[in-house]
């Protein structure tokens, strides 16, 4: 199977996905190849920020992520494991941070780095710019002169 894109991103994780709705919502033809069948469900990073959250508002997801995860109006904690003690070295209150420099009134949002994921990706679908290859995996990229496309070989069903 032969296709095309302007763009085409290796992976399906938040970041990728992340860039390629903002491609998509500018009109940009954008594939992404993802050698796995959907979402990886381990939930790896489980805590956005407010400066997280404001990119996602450029992109019009952070509506759903507010919706679906846990709001955090108190602040962070960074903290020691506890098999070094537990020990809180630093927090920053909300409270503490100047008013107008983040755009939200918390200190961010606790949801699973998989469900942020499927959240970005249903935005990215309702784009007609963008597809996705689930099973397809990169193998390689070639350009055999500088005025002639990139050529990617993805394997898949």
């Not at 404001?54 to 955090?72: C, F, N, S």
């Not at 200190?107 to 780095?113: D, E, K, P, S």
């Not at 959240?119 to 710019?129: D, M, N, P, R, V």
Request: overall charge positive; some cysteine; proline content about 4%.
């Amino acid at each position: 199977m032969h296709q095309s894109a302007k763009v085409i991103v290796e992976g399906a994780g938040p970041v990728d996905l992340f860039l390629s709705l903002k491609l998509a919502r500018q009109r940009v033809d954008v594939l992404v190849l993802e050698a796995e069948s959907g979402i990886l469900q381990s939930p790896r990073a489980t805590t956005y920020m407010p400066i997280v959250l404001d990119e996602m508002a450029k992109v019009g997801t952070v509506d759903d992520l507010v919706k679906a995860g846990h709001i955090d109006y108190e602040g962070i904690q960074f903290r020691q494991s506890y098999v070094r003690g537990g020990e809180v070295p630093g927090s920053l209150k909300m409270s503490q941070v100047p008013k107008g420099t983040v755009k939200c009134n918390y200190a961010g949002i606790h949801l699973g780095q998989h469900l942020v994921t499927k959240i970005i990706l249903e935005h990215c679908q309702k784009q007609h710019s963008f597809r996705i290859l689930w099973k397809h995996r990169f193998v390689g990229a070639n350009q055999t002169d500088k005025s002639k496309p990139v050529e990617v070989l993805a394997v898949g069903p």
